[in-house]
């Protein structure tokens, strides 16, 4: 229920910053995504594990285009990222921005996401 409500605010958000860039009002601005749980973790539905290094990482999708990492070891949630336009990611306070990114990037390359590569 909970995230159906907030599939509806995503898209209702992606409408209206359309609106705004197609009007000349500004360019829409990328928005963070909201964590669902209070606990930390992300609580989407799961894609997959990934493996960087030595350490595991479970990928969830949070809301649309947005998808969670959480690291297996600890159960701590690291951050999101998205994949549309180009890769943006979100860190936790306490995480390096570039070590999440190599692990979405590896998510992406390994199929642990819903995103589809557009051929040039």
């Known amino acids: 229920m909970v995230v159906l409500l907030l599939q509806k605010l995503v898209a209702r958000l992606r409408a209206s910053q359309a609106s705004l860039s197609q009007s000349g009002q500004?360019?829409?601005?990328?928005?963070?995504p909201i964590v669902i749980s209070g606990r930390g973790d992300d609580r989407g539905a799961p894609l997959g594990m990934v493996q960087v290094g030595s350490l595991s990482f479970r990928v969830s999708q949070l809301v649309g285009e947005c998808y969670g990492i959480v690291r297996l070891l600890d159960d701590a949630y690291l951050g999101s990222f998205a994949c549309e336009p180009r890769l943006q990611v979100w860190a936790e306070p306490d995480i390096d921005e570039e070590w999440l990114?190599?692990?979405?990037?590896?998510?992406?390359?390994?199929?642990?996401?819903?995103?589809?590569?557009?051929?040039?």
């Open 26 to 32: 500004g360019a829409a601005a990328p928005f963070k």
């Open 101 to 120: 990114r190599t692990v979405a990037r590896a998510a992406m390359q390994r199929g642990r996401t819903r995103w589809i590569p557009q051929a040039s």
